[in-house]
Structure formats: structure tokens, C-alpha cells
């Protein structure tokens, strides 16, 4: 596996797990790439296979928000994807760092907290997608 800067094209060779497929009508959304790459981002590679994309995006100085797009492929190698991410989460200079997680998505609540973030919406927050799913608020403060 390697890590590349993000690219806007990644996102049209990535094959979303079944839990995030929802997100893919996001892709042709004009901007919706770009948007994504306006903080620092990465791609995880194997090959030519996108593994999966994430970033940050500075919502204002000491404040951002982490997303992750992961492939239906990125099983096996789902250590070292938590190992990277961990570490740019712990180069990212803000106090606080949010992350978004779909409420019926347990298994990114699991990746959430073990990549260190607590819960601060245990209940949700209500219709909050653009296809009005429920997602808590999960964050990391410094």
C-alpha cells in the first residue's frame, strides 16, 4: 500500500463500500472533487486500486473536520490505513477535529473511536445528509 497526495480523479476509480455508497451521487456534483482537495488530503493506494481517500477541511483556525471515502477493498489492508490516518490526524495543528459518522454505520463508529474520537452527539443530529440521513458528531480536542 501507498499514500499519495489526493487528486480529484481518485475519486473516479474508487469503488465505495456498500456503507458509503450513498456518497457516490456526490461525485458528479460539479466542485464536489475539488471541495474535497481545498485541505490537505490523501489517497491510499494499492497499485492502481484507490483504496480509499480522506482529509481535512479547516472549518475555521483551530477547527476541522476529518472525511474518509473507503473502498469495498480496503479490508485487508485496513491496519495500515488506520496507521496513516492516525498519523495525519496527530499532524493536523487544530485544537479540535470533528468527524462525521452515519448513525446505522457501526462500523465506522468503531473506526472512529479507535482512532481516538469520542462521541458528543449520542443521539444524532436528525436528516443532516444531503439525502437526509442521521449522523453523530464524533471529535478530538487537544
Known amino acids: 500500500m501507498k499514500i499519495e497526495v489526493f487528486k480529484p480523479e481518485h475519486l473516479d476509480r474508487l469503488q465505495l463500500q456498500p456503507a458509503q455508497a450513498y456518497f457516490e451521487q456526490q461525485f458528479s456534483q460539479p466542485g464536489y472533487a475539488s471541495m474535497l482537495s481545498n485541505g490537505p ?8 486500486v484507490v483504496l480509499g481517500c480522506g482529509g481535512a477541511a479547516e472549518l475555521w483556525g483551530d477547527r476541522a473536520c476529518v472525511w474518509s471515502l473507503l473502498s469495498d477493498r480496503a479490508g485487508p489492508h485496513m491496519m495500515a ?3 496513516a490516518v492516525r498519523g495525519f490526524i ?7 477535529i470533528e468527524a462525521l459518522v ?3 454505520f ?5 473506526w472512529a473511536r479507535l482512532l481516538g474520537f469520542e462521541c458528543e452527539t449520542p443521539g444524532g443530529m436528525r436528516r443532516f445528509t444531503p439525502d437526509g440521513r442521521d449522523v453523530s458528531l464524533y471529535a478530538r480536542v487537544r
Open 106 to 110: 457501526e462500523a465506522g463508529h468503531r
Open 41 to 48: 488530503a490523501f489517497t491510499a493506494l494499492d497499485g492502481d
Open 102 to 104: 452515519d448513525r446505522e
Open 90 to 96: 496527530l499532524q493536523l495543528p487544530h485544537r479540535r
Open 81 to 83: 490505513i488506520t496507521r
